[in-house]
């Protein structure tokens, strides 16, 4: 099955720093790659998501960039707040599988 | 908006009992599923279903079963509880396999 491996499991940045979170997995055949936020004590919801077909997606503060040969995909948040503080997930779904999750990394954003 | 509920936000049970944990979605989504979060390990797929009484075992199904007798609802059957069933489960829902999935709330069961 599929093998997903996230990196790093906790990364601590100042405010208004970036903050970079990379995933790699195994499946090539893998087309679909959501990253999800789960805030302390709350459900894990959406972000942002990227389909095989596309190399780069953003939307205002975060980016999620796909290198489809090296097998990884990487998020990346610019100009962190404090509210951007949270565990982020990655996850790999391949054509009609479900998806796999990566282990998470916490972000800590300090003012 | 979508809502996907949980029955129960904790629950402790002792080992032995058979437990039951519910889930109701509201946007008569097709798939639904059941995942276990313990710390370090990500969120592990238990059970989903792809259709009314449909449902296909995930990467960690030993010792859960699941029911889906209504479209809405998903039902997370520990037939007979242990205390390393302790954890965050988490149910979500979603269009098709490959779209957003939409988590409930979780219930942290307890298995003293």
């Known amino acids: 099955g599929e093998n997903v491996e996230q990196h790093p499991s906790t990364l601590s940045v100042q405010e208004g720093d970036s903050a970079v979170i990379k995933c790699t997995y195994s499946d090539s055949a893998s087309n679909y790659f959501p990253w999800y936020k789960q805030e302390l004590g709350k459900r894990p919801q959406l972000i942002i998501d990227i389909r095989s077909n596309v190399g780069e997606k953003k939307d205002q503060r975060i980016a999620v960039t796909l290198n489809k040969t090296a097998k990884h995909f990487s998020l990346h948040i610019t100009e962190t707040q404090p509210e951007d503080s949270a565990v982020y997930f990655c996850?790999?779904?391949?054509?009609?599988?479900?998806?796999?999750f990566g282990k998470g990394t916490m972000l800590l954003v300090s003012p | 908006d979508v809502k996907v509920t949980q029955s129960s936000r904790y629950l402790v049970k002792r080992t032995g009992e058979k437990v039951f944990l519910e889930c109701v979605q509201d946007m008569d989504h097709e798939n639904m599923f059941w995942y276990r979060q313990d710390p370090g390990l990500g969120l592990r797929l238990i059970y989903f279903s792809y259709d009314v009484k449909m449902k296909e075992k995930g990467d960690i199904p030993e010792g859960y079963s699941v029911s889906r007798e209504k479209k809405e609802r998903f039902s997370l059957i520990l037939e007979s509880a242990s205390t390393n069933q302790t954890s965050m489960y988490l149910c979500?829902?979603?269009?098709?396999?490959?779209?957003?999935?939409?988590f409930g709330p979780g219930t942290r069961l307890t298995v003293l």
């Open positions: 979500a829902s979603s269009l098709s396999r490959t779209v957003e999935q939409f």
């Open positions: 996850a790999v779904s391949e054509g009609y599988s479900t998806l796999t």
